[in-house]
């Protein structure tokens, strides 16, 4: 069977793929087999400027239809062909916590980021982190990732979510007419744009700690400028969570 054509690299005298590389019809085959996997995605990315682009246009872009393919046919369905923040920060958004460090964006708390193997994510749930005014916005927002007994922080939750849309929404229109300001150092981990404070922008719902089962008054999250939400709570313990299940 013959080779595909190969094609040398042009991007940089540096990258390590001096004779050449398969054309991109093999490399997507290649990576269909391999059933996207997103460890092998990054590596790949990583040989050169030429095997990244391809990654940020295709390899992620795949990846993402194939882990959730609802919510990638949603998300697209207003004929949209691009996401916002790119392919690979939605890659990222579905299978990592972020975590948080000691003074960063939820204050003295720190968790290591850590890759997930599953997450569901509702765009039911979302409804239940967005103002009565703004909920005609499509937000889909992840279970709690759960990190028990962290001493006296207790049990804390990292959730994290996607706007559909986000530069037409009205939650991104109503953070701008509160004049709600950017933070001043911290950016989002899964694309590094700038971030807004939903609890100094007094946008935070008390049907989101419901819908988490978190303590009402332990419940923070963020918005990046393309639409991603990451957030972090403290847990109730079970028996109370399901009293506030019942509530909502």
Not at 104 to 122: A, D
Request: include cysteine.
């Amino acid at each position: 069977m013959p080779l595909s054509k190969q094609y040398r690299c042009m991007h940089s005298a540096s990258c390590a793929c001096t004779k050449g590389h398969l054309t991109e019809d093999v490399i997507l085959l290649v990576f269909q087999q391999l059933n996207w996997n997103p460890k092998l995605i990054a590596a790949f990315s990583c040989a050169c400027k030429w095997f990244d682009d391809f990654a940020k246009r295709v390899l992620w872009k795949e990846f993402c239809k194939t882990r959730a393919p609802k919510m990638m046919i949603d998300l697209h369905s207003s004929g949209s062909h691009s996401v916002d923040g790119s392919w690979r920060a939605l890659g990222k958004l579905l299978i990592y916590c972020s975590g948080c460090t000691k003074g960063g964006l939820f204050n003295n708390i720190h968790i290591p980021g850590h890759f997930v193997y599953r997450t569901r994510f509702s765009r039911t749930s979302g409804k239940s982190f967005l103002l009565p005014q703004c909920r005609s916005d499509v937000l889909y927002v992840s279970d709690p990732c759960e990190h028990l007994d962290q001493g006296e922080d207790g049990d804390i939750g990292f959730f994290r979510g996607m706007f559909k849309s986000f530069s037409m929404s009205k939650v991104r229109k109503l953070l701008i007419k509160r004049k709600a300001e950017l933070h001043p150092t911290e950016a989002c981990p899964y694309c590094k744009a700038k971030l807004w404070s939903m609890q100094e922008a007094k946008m935070i719902p008390q049907s989101a700690s419901c819908r988490l089962g978190a303590y009402e008054d332990c419940i923070e999250y963020y918005v990046c400028l393309n639409g991603h939400m990451l957030g972090l709570c403290t847990l109730l313990p079970l028996s109370e969570s399901e009293e506030a299940s019942e509530l909502e």
